[in-house]
C-alpha cells in the first residue's frame, strides 16, 4: 500500500516541476530571444516483483514505482523577426545544416531541430549566438540582440555584458552610433567607404547546442566549449546579421497552455490517490485495529 502512496506523491513532485516550467515559458513570451523549455520525465527503475512458495522463487513481474523530472531541456527554434528601428538592434536568422556522417547529405531535422539516426543517435541543428562576455572574461551565448552603447563606446547586451567581436575582443564603437550600419555577415561599415570596416560582430556557431547551459537573463554559457564545437561564423554558415531587427521568443503559446493544463489534471489525479491511500490507512488504525 505505502508503495502506491509513494508512487502517487512522485507523480505529484514530477508535474509541479512541469507546472513550474509551463509557468516560466509563459512568463517569457515577451522577451527577446528567450528559448521554450521543455521538461523531460523519466520513470524510476523497474522492480522485480517475486512470490515465494514451497521454498522456490518465482518471478511475477516488474514494477513501475513512480516518475520524476529528470531535466529541462532548451528549444533553440528560430523565432519570430520583427522589427524595432533601433541601429543598435539586431536579430539573428540562421538555417545552419550538418551533413550525416553515414550518407553525407545534409540533414533533415524536425521540428523541434533534431534527427535520430538509424542507430539511435540525436543530432541537434547547429545554432548561433551573439558572443558577450562577463566580468570576469567567460564567454557567455546569447539571441537577445537588444545592445546599448556605453559611455566609452562599448558595445553592451540587454544583460550588461560586454559584446565581443569575431578576434574575441569587446566591440567598442569609434564614431556615433547614429552612423552604425552593420551588413547581413556581421561586418561594421565605415560610413566614409561604405565597405566593411575590418570588424565583425562575434556571431557563434554552436554545432552541439545540447551542451549549452542556461543561466538566465537570456544568456547560455558551455563548461566544455570542444565538447559544445563552438566557432567563430564564417562566409559559408547559412546565417543573416539583421540590424534594426529583434527575435522574439519562441514559446508555442498554444503548447504550453496545454502542458500547462495536463500538469495540473495530473497533479490532481495524484493527490486524490493520496488522498484514497490516506482514507483507507485511516480505517485500518482506527476500524480493522478494534477488531
Given at each position: ?7 502517487a506523491a ?10 513550474d ?13 528567450y ?10 527503475p523497474?522492480?522485480l ?6 521454498g522456490t ?5 516488474h514494477?513501475?514505482?513512480?516518475v520524476?523530472a ?5 528549444q ?16 539573428l536568422?540562421?538555417?545552419?545544416q550538418v ?6 547529405q ?23 549566438f ?10 557567455l ?9 556605453g ?21 567598442v ?7 552604425l ?32 547551459i542556461?543561466?538566465?537573463?537570456g ?25 534594426r ?7 508555442d ?23 484514497f ?15
Amino acid at each position: 500500500m505505502l508503495r502506491g502512496l509513494y508512487t502517487a506523491a512522485a507523480g505529484m513532485v514530477t508535474q509541479q516541476r512541469r507546472h513550474d516550467t509551463a509557468t516560466q515559458n509563459i512568463a517569457n513570451l515577451q522577451t527577446t530571444g528567450y528559448k521554450q523549455v521543455d521538461s523531460v520525465s523519466h520513470a524510476f527503475p523497474d522492480v522485480l516483483i517475486s512470490a515465494m512458495s514451497n521454498g522456490t522463487i518465482k518471478p511475477v513481474g516488474h514494477l513501475n514505482t513512480g516518475v520524476f523530472a529528470e531535466q529541462s531541456i532548451s528549444q533553440y527554434l528560430q523565432g519570430d523577426i520583427v522589427e524595432s528601428g533601433k541601429t543598435t538592434d539586431f536579430a539573428l536568422s540562421t538555417d545552419l545544416q550538418v551533413a550525416d556522417p553515414a550518407t553525407g547529405q545534409n540533414i533533415v531535422f524536425d521540428g523541434s531541430g533534431k534527427y535520430v539516426t538509424p542507430e539511435g543517435e540525436v543530432i541537434y541543428r547547429p545554432q548561433a549566438f551573439f558572443t558577450v562576455q562577463d566580468n570576469d572574461g567567460n564567454n557567455l551565448y546569447t539571441r537577445n540582440g537588444s545592445f546599448t552603447v556605453g559611455t566609452g563606446g562599448e558595445v553592451l547586451s540587454a544583460g550588461g555584458f560586454k559584446v565581443l567581436d569575431s578576434n574575441g575582443r569587446p566591440l567598442v564603437l569609434t564614431g556615433s552610433q547614429d552612423n552604425l550600419k552593420v551588413d547581413e555577415q556581421g561586418n561594421l561599415i565605415d560610413p566614409q567607404t561604405g565597405r566593411p570596416s575590418g570588424t565583425k560582430i562575434g556571431v557563434s556557431v554552436i554545432t552541439k547546442p545540447q551542451e549549452l547551459i542556461r543561466d538566465g537573463n537570456g544568456v547560455f554559457h558551455a563548461d566544455d566549449v570542444q565538447a559544445a564545437d563552438i566557432r567563430y561564423s564564417n562566409g559559408t554558415d547559412n546565417l543573416q546579421v539583421r540590424q534594426r531587427y529583434l527575435e522574439s521568443s519562441n514559446v508555442d503559446v498554444t503548447q504550453v497552455t496545454v502542458d500547462l493544463n495536463a500538469a495540473y489534471r495530473a497533479y490532481e489525479a495524484n493527490q486524490k490517490v493520496i488522498q484514497f491511500y490516506d482514507s483507507t490507512l485511516q480505517k485500518a488504525v482506527t476500524e480493522v485495529g478494534r477488531v
